[in-house]
C-alpha cells in the first residue's frame, strides 16, 4: 500500500497541481537526500508506482493478493499487463498462490498460461444440462 500510496500522491499531484513529468525525478531526489540513498525510492521505481496506482484509483479496490508478492514481481507484471488488469491480478494470484520466484514468474508471463487456463471448466453450465454439468464439474475436481 505505501507504494500505491506515493503513486496516487504522484498522480494527485500531477492532476491538480499541474505537475510535469519531471517532477519525479525531483521528488526520487528528495527521497533520496532524506532517506539516505535507501533503495526503492528511484526515479523509475516512482514511475512503476504512479503505473501501480493508475491501475487502482481507489486504494480498497487494491486486490489483498497484491500484498503477496514482491515489488519486483509487481514491476514485472506492470511491465507486460499494465493495459490488462484482470490478467495482471490472474498472474499475481498465481505467483502469490505457488510462491513463485521472480524468475520463475517472467517464465510463467512467457508462456501465458492465463490464455489457456481456466475455459474449460467454465463452459460446463452453457454445455451441458444442470445435473451433467454438475456431475462433470465433480469428475474433474475428484478423479
Known amino acids: ?3 500505491w500510496s506515493i503513486g496516487d500522491d ?3 499531484e500531477q492532476q491538480t ?14 527521497l533520496r537526500d ?8 528511484t526515479r523509475r521505481n516512482l514511475f512503476y508506482m504512479r503505473r501501480f496506482a493508475a491501475l487502482w484509483p481507489k486504494a480498497e479496490r487494491v486486490p489483498s493478493v497484491m500484498a503477496q508478492i514482491s515489488w519486483t514481481a509487481h514491476r514485472s507484471l506492470l511491465d507486460r499487463f499494465a ?19 521472480v524468475r520463475h514468474l517472467h517464465g510463467q508471463i512467457a508462456l501465458g498460461p492465463h490464455e489457456r487456463q481456466g ?7 452453457a454445455a451441458l444440462e444442470p445435473a451433467d454439468a454438475d456431475r462433470a464439474l465433480q469428475a474433474t475436481t475428484n478423479p
Not at 34 to 41: D, E
Not at 83 to 101: F, H
Not at 119 to 125: P, Q
Open 10 to 12: 504522484i498522480l494527485a
Open 1 to 3: 500500500m505505501l507504494c
Open 34 to 41: 532524506a532517506t539516505g540513498s535507501a533503495p526503492g525510492y
Open 83 to 101: 493495459e490488462d488488469r484482470d490478467v495482471y491480478v490472474w498472474d499475481a494470484a498465481k505467483a502469490a498462490e505457488s510462491r513463485w520466484s
Open 17 to 30: 497541481g499541474g505537475w510535469g513529468e519531471d517532477i519525479v525525478g525531483r521528488i526520487a531526489e528528495d
Open 119 to 125: 475455459s474449460a471448466l467454465k463452459n460446463f453450465a
